[in-house]
Each structure stands twice: as C-alpha cells, then as structure tokens.
C-alpha cells in the first residue's frame, strides 16, 4: 500500500509541475507577443502637412500650439515618440496573427463649438493617409485628449489635454 501511496503522489508531482512548466511557457510567448503589438510610446508630434513640427508632447513636456481662424481647417500627421524622443515606425496595414485590428487613435473632449477635432481618413500620394483634422468653428479656446487605442484600450494617452485656440 505504501508503494502505490508513493506512486500517486510521484505521478501527481510531475503532473503538477507539467501544467506549471506549461503555464509559464505559455505567460513568457504572451508577454512577447504583447510587445509586439502594442506600442510603448512616451510621446507624440503633431506634424503639418508642409513636414513643420505644430505640437510636441514627451514625457508630460509641452512645446508648440495649435491656432486656426473661424472657418480654417488644419491636417496634421500624428506620429508617436519612443522613449528617446525617436518617431516609432509602424505598419500601415497591421493585422497580426491573432486578428486584432491596427491601432486607431481616439479623440475626445474638445468642444465643438469652438472647434470640431477628428480623425480623418485622405488620398495622399496613392494610399489613404488617417489625418487629424481640426476645424474653426467660433473664437475661443478648447482642448482634446489624444489616445492610441489597440484591443479596447489605450496604448497611450497624453499626459497634456492639446490645448486649440481659434481666432
């Protein structure tokens, strides 16, 4: 009897150290396959169509502004910041194994009775480029919090509302 007591708590312990070995494996190939798809991003630019640098946040860090007159439109290029200030490359038709769909970026906040702020989607250069529009709607000022938005939650979130001011 004791032999076969022996027996069962051996083939237990190997049974139990089997699904721990297989869970651990299993939690490092999903850490991996997290940072790949998410972006670790510590800032971003707000670009002009023209290449000028409007708006920069990084690290919680302010330089530039956003201004248009009532009835103005403005196009900018969003493009994220690394953790030494180096614009982060991306794919433009990102669509991983697991199905996920690429990042989109969230606008909110703004009062759109001053300015309307929105993604946007333009022909430019035979591709459709996602712009950020801003439109002047009356005089005054407002600001929008900006999100990188992948599977249902942010990836990043700016640490500054960006501050708009219509003339």
Do not use: W
């Not at 707000?46 to 920069?56: I, K, M």
């Not at 490359?89 to 929105?118: L, P, Q, R, T």
Request: net charge negative; aromatic share 8%; glycine share 6%.
């Amino acid at each position: 009897m004791k032999f076969f007591y022996e027996s069962i708590m051996r083939n237990f312990f190997i049974l139990m150290l089997s699904v721990f070995l297989a869970f651990f494996v299993i939690a490092c190939e999903d850490s991996d396959d997290d940072a790949e798809e998410h972006v670790d991003a510590e800032g971003f630019i707000l670009e002009t169509e023209d290449g000028v640098e409007a708006y920069r946040e990084f690290k919680g860090s302010v330089t530039g502004s956003v201004s248009l007159s009532v009835n103005d439109t403005l196009h900018f290029m969003v493009h994220f910041l690394d953790d030494n200030g180096k614009e982060i490359e991306h794919e433009e038709d990102h669509d991983d194994d697991h199905g996920d769909e690429e990042a989109e970026i969230k606008i909110s906040g703004a009062s759109v009775a001053v300015a309307v702020v929105e993604m946007i989607e333009e022909e430019h250069d035979g591709h459709e480029e996602k712009l950020l529009q801003v439109v002047g709607v009356s005089k005054g000022s407002t600001s929008f919090k900006l999100e990188l938005m992948h599977d249902g939650h942010a990836d990043y979130t700016s640490t500054n509302n960006v501050p708009v001011t219509v003339n």
